[in-house]
T-cell receptor, first 115, second 110 residues
Framework: DAGVIQSPRHEVTEMGQEVTLRCKPISGHNSLFWYRQTMMRGLELLIY????????DSGMPEDRFSAKMPNASFSTLKIQPSEPRDSAVYFCASTRQGGRIETQYFGPGTRLLVL | SQQGEEDPQALSIQEGENATMNCSYK?????LQWYRQNSGRGLVHLILIRSNEREKHSGRLRVTLDTSKKSSSLLITASRAADTASYFCAFYNQGGKLIFGQGTELSVKP
């Protein structure tokens, strides 16, 4: 199995630009999670989907952030416009199904730097 | 904060020594998980312990859970340089979100 795939692995952009991060979950997994990791705040859950439907987006910091999951094998996290404080590592994770027993499988992350 | 609290924040030991990391939480849990993160990589699940279990082993890993104290510990025995990584505990909160601790940064020197 290829595991969770994220692209790009690294992104450097200028303030004000649109940034799109992509994720392909493990085949057969029904839940997908987007996290942000920074030194100051640690690992934060931004949003998660069950069966392609957004369940909880309370962690999305601002309206500049949006996420979609058009089908079971693809999700995007978009930041528009980007700001320097958005610089972080963004992880996507998936599980077989939502539930409190599930372990999560993480992708390698996208390291975002906004200048 | 709903985050789990881990200590120590950083731990440096010699190869062959044991490493112990602790995690405390505040909510009721069904299970507690431990993850490892190598530098520049995503998190990798190590072990899950259910709330009705007190101890669990997996290879050189030993996890304990004390629900009365709302705490867990991860012990890595006979550590190796390759164990150098950050270790996170994680648990589901009442709202069903997986909450991660701040992590313990382990350095194993050869």
């Amino acid at each position: 199995d290829a595991g969770v795939i994220q692209s790009p692995r690294h992104e450097v952009t200028e303030m004000g630009q649109e940034v799109t991060l992509r994720c392909k979950p493990i085949s057969g997994h029904n839940s997908l999670f987007w996290y942000r990791q920074t030194m100051m705040r640690g690992l934060e859950l931004l949003i998660y989907f069950n069966n392609n439907v957004p369940i909880d987006d309370s962690g999305m910091p601002e309206d500049r952030f949006s996420a979609k999951m058009p089908n079971a094998s693809f999700s995007t996290l978009k930041i528009q416009p980007s700001e320097p404080r958005d610089s972080a590592v963004y992880f996507c994770a998936s599980t077989r199904q939502g539930g409190r027993i599930e372990t999560q499988y993480f992708g390698p992350g996208t390291r975002l730097l906004v200048l | 904060s709903q985050q789990g609290e881990e200590d120590p924040q950083a731990l440096s030991i010699q190869e062959g020594e044991n490493a112990t990391m602790n995690c405390s939480y505040k909510t009721s849990i069904n299970n507690l998980q431990w993850y490892r993160q190598n530098s520049g990589r995503g998190l990798v699940h190590l072990i899950l312990i259910r709330s009705n279990e007190r101890e669990k082993h997996s290879g050189r890993l030993r996890v304990t859970l004390d629900t009365s104290k709302k705490s867990s510990s991860l012990l890595i025995t006979a550590s190796r340089a390759a164990d150098t990584a950050s270790y996170f505990c994680a648990f589901y909160n009442q709202g069903g979100k997986l909450i991660f601790g701040q992590g313990t940064e382990l350095s194993v020197k050869p």
